[in-house]
């Protein structure tokens, strides 16, 4: 069921379902979490049984403020601390120790948890709403089953989990992919997943280098989105160049089926034919971030079999975009 967040008895509703072990939908700016009590074991297996998740792989905790922190870690290094003054709340996790007895199921069994503070007022609301209560943070992961693609607006999350679930709507999430991800635990910061905040604004905000996990000698902890297959719609998807799909469609010509595009250059108005769905790649990297999801749920919903989607640039601004896609086409 979707209630409006505009109404603030239904974001109480959403603050009372969750602190009753229950399921929500919640609004974010990256993506729509399906949310629970992360210190409820029991709610936070509703989470894994309902996306279809391992249960070891694990959630991000969203709080609603840095003060929040303290009641899930052990420890806050100084570069995370200056992360976390510059871009909370914002769309930045920080993995960091975890407190003994303190969001175990959340975090897949690891001594480590993900955290988060997100910038989405509904979601602050809620989060603040629930830590009145003594719920001090609510694991969320992407509310679509394990692998597919996120959800930016209350509808997809409706389409994938029906009207059992209660959704708080929030209108369409503003940044369109998931939080940057920064490992904290190995006394150096580390991306383990891009996003919005780039690399360059980590490093300018905590004074250090932004490593890679492969460059350090102890293994990186598991985070959400890592896999190499995720993000994936149902139809396949094949990243080409520019010159490589327009070679490809006027070999195939007007008689292309079940073929979507979603490139930076309309094809051809000969090679339009009904077989071929176009949505126009915007040049804007924050833009194109805030339409991915919505384009390869649309280019499904159209019952497209095969997806082509133009390479974006390969600069900086442009790697959080990168990530999502080669992960959907693994």
Known sequence: MIISGNNPAHVQQAA???????????????????AADANNETAVAKIFKAKGRPANHPLIVHVASSASVNNFVSEVPAFAQALMTQFW??????????????AAAAAGGQNSVGL???????ALAVLKACADKGVWGVAAPSAN????????????????????????????????IE????????????????GQISRTQIEQACGLKLHNPDALPTAAPRASGTLAS??????????????EWQKAL??????????????VEKPANELMGAGLVWRALPADANQAAHDLFSVLRDFDARGVRTIWIEMPPDTPEWEGVRDRIQRAAA
């Open 89 to 102: 709340p914002g769309p930045l996790t920080l993995i960091l120790p975890r407190l003994p007895d303190t």
């Open 116 to 122: 988060r503070c997100p910038s989405h007022p509904l």
């Open 16 to 34: 009372d379902a969750l602190c009753a072990g229950e399921l929500l939908g919640l609004p974010t700016e990256t993506v729509y979490g399906l």
């Open 145 to 176: 089953m394990f692998g597919r693609v996120s959800p930016t607006s209350a509808a997809h999350v409706q389409a994938e989990f029906g009207d059992a679930l209660l959704i708080l709507d929030g209108g369409e999430c503003d940044v369109g």
């Open 250 to 263: 006027a070999a195939l010509g007007p008689h292309t089926q079940n073929l979507a595009l979603w490139s």
């Open 230 to 243: 995720h993000y994936a719609p149902s139809a396949k998807v094949r990243l080409m160049q520019t010159a």
């Open 179 to 194: 939080s940057t991800i920064v490992d904290c635990t190995r006394g150096v910061p580390v991306l383990l997943r891009p």
